[in-house]
Each structure stands twice: as C-alpha cells, then as structure tokens.
C-alpha cells in the first residue's frame, strides 16, 4: 500500500478533536493488523506529553495545529512499518525505561530471561566483583543488571560509537555512572581486566535469513548480521573470553533458536571442560546458552 492510499481523516487538520484524531487513525492502522490501537494511544501520550491513559480519558481535546502534524507524522511513520519504541524513542525492559533510536536494537522480552540468570549467578556468588555486556547496544543488559546488584562492576563494550551514545544516555538517565563504564572496541579486545561474568546479546542471525526479517527492514544490520552460521560474532567472543575469564566464572550467550546444538560444539572447542545449558524463552524456543567453566 502506497502512502497517498492510506485513509483520510475527515476533518481539516485545524478542526481536529483527539477523539476524532484517535478514530481515523485506528481505520488507518487496520491497514497493519498486527499493529495494535494502543499503539495510537502511547503516540498521544507522547506528543501530548500526558500519562498513557490520558489520551482515551480526552476526546474532547482540541488539539493544536502543530500537535496534530507532529501525529499525522508519526501515524505515517507507524503504517511504513517504523517500530513504535524508535517513535516514542523509549522501551521497557526488566522494569526500567530505556532511550532507544535507530542506532541500537529494540531490547525484548527475551532478553530478560539473561538478565534474570545473570542476576541469580551473581547472587550466588557474592565474591563476583566485574561483569562484562560485550555489544551492549542501548546499555539495558548492563544497566539492568547494575540497577538490581549493586555489588558489582560493569564494563560495557560496543563497536559503534553512535550505539554507546545511547548507552551513555541510559546510563545519565538511571544514575549509573560509577559503576558502568563504556568503552568502545571490538567485543572484550580492550579489556585487560579478569571477569567473573561475561554476558552479549551479540548479532547472531544467520545472514540469508535477514532478508526474509521484517526486522532487518528497521532495526540496524549490524546488530543482527551473526554471518552465515550467525555465529561469527559468538565464535570470536569465546576464543577472546579464555584468557579473561576467571576461573569458576559464567558467560552467558543469547543464541538463535536454531544454533542449539552446534553452539555447544563450539563452546566445547574453546572451554572443553565447560558445562553448557541451552534455555528456552517464553516461546519454549531455545534462546540462552548458560557456559559454566568451573576451576
């Protein structure tokens, strides 16, 4: 659907209730019904700068000219397919909100689940001091992980410099400067210090499937393009993690769900004596691989 085929809205654009607004917008969204119309509501909110229900409360507001441009901008952007935490630039994630822009990944759901496990290794260890989030993107691995255990330091790694902007942003929001550090380079390449907890949601999707991903269309190539294997990126990761890993130490992999079986292979390559555990999401898909080294 091109466009200039999306419905109209009846009124001018200088006569527009919020009711009204909100009524051609959602005959406009049943273009995309995978788009749900609390979408329209969280993009009011937004513009309007009100809480999340103050949008369907009000339908008698009468919004102002430039409010409802900025609205018809954004309902255009949402029908081509821009995904809304990148509109409202905000995600939550493990009870926090996170800045996001193109520039970085849309934290998931399915990432919780490693936080959630590294949370409870960590609490069970204590004496655990230094965390890396290697390809730390938004910082939500990070900064979940440090706003929840205030017992340790986090070294949070990423390539792109535009990406640790947003990191460093995230990091200014939740007050977490001392205890994260950002440091740009290639995976643990610049870290000299031993770690106790290596986690990475790192670009593990193998690159003839990106073409076939709606994801691919928005969200940033370089976060998602894993190589062939979609392993590429991983592979790396474990060969740098051997000589800076403590003994006794965990690494966790977010892993796609079709690398199940060769990931352990590749792990046992590098950490022979390693115990793997591979678990799954809320879809019972396989997703976190749990690498635990022992002495």
Not at 137 to 165: E, K, M
Not at 256 to 284: H, R
Request: hydrophobic fraction near 40%; glycine fraction near 6%; include cysteine.
């Amino acid at each position: 659907m091109k466009r200039s085929d999306y419905p109209k809205l009846s009124k001018p654009l200088s006569m527009q209730k919020l009711g009204d607004w909100l009524a051609g917008a959602r005959r406009a969204l049943s273009a995309l019904p995978q788009e749900p119309a609390t979408s329209l509501y969280a993009l009011a909110a937004h513009t309007l700068q009100q809480p999340a229900y103050w949008p369907q409360a009000h339908p008698e507001y009468e919004l102002a000219p430039d409010q409802l441009e900025t609205l018809e901008h954004m309902l255009q952007q949402l029908l081509a397919g821009e995904p809304l935490p990148y509109l409202l630039e905000n995600q939550s994630f493990y009870g926090l909100d996170f800045f996001v822009n193109d520039q970085v990944l849309i934290p998931r759901p399915e990432t919780e689940l490693l936080v959630e496990r590294a949370l409870n290794w960590l609490g069970q260890h204590p004496h655990a001091r230094l965390a890396a989030d290697v390809g730390t993107g938004s910082g939500c691995i990070a900064l979940s992980i440090a706003s929840h255990c205030p017992q340790v330091q986090l070294i949070a790694t990423d390539r792109s410099f535009q990406s640790l902007l947003v990191a460093r942003q995230n990091r200014t929001r939740l007050t977490l400067q001392e205890r994260v550090d950002l440091l740009q380079c290639d995976l643990l390449s610049s870290v000299g210090s031993s770690i106790d907890l290596i986690c990475a949601n790192l670009p593990y999707i193998p690159s003839a499937k990106l073409e076939t991903l709606d994801v691919a269309r928005h969200e940033p190539l370089g976060a998602l393009d894993g190589g062939p294997d979609g392993l590429r990126l991983i592979e790396r990761l474990l060969s740098q993690a051997r000589s800076r890993l403590n003994p006794n130490g965990m690494i966790l992999l977010e892993i796609e769900y079709s690398q199940s079986e060769s990931i352990k292979t590749l792990i046992w390559s590098y950490f022979p004596q390693a115990s793997v555990t591979i678990m799954p999401d809320l879809n019972q898909l396989p997703r976190l691989a749990i690498i635990e080294t022992g002495n």
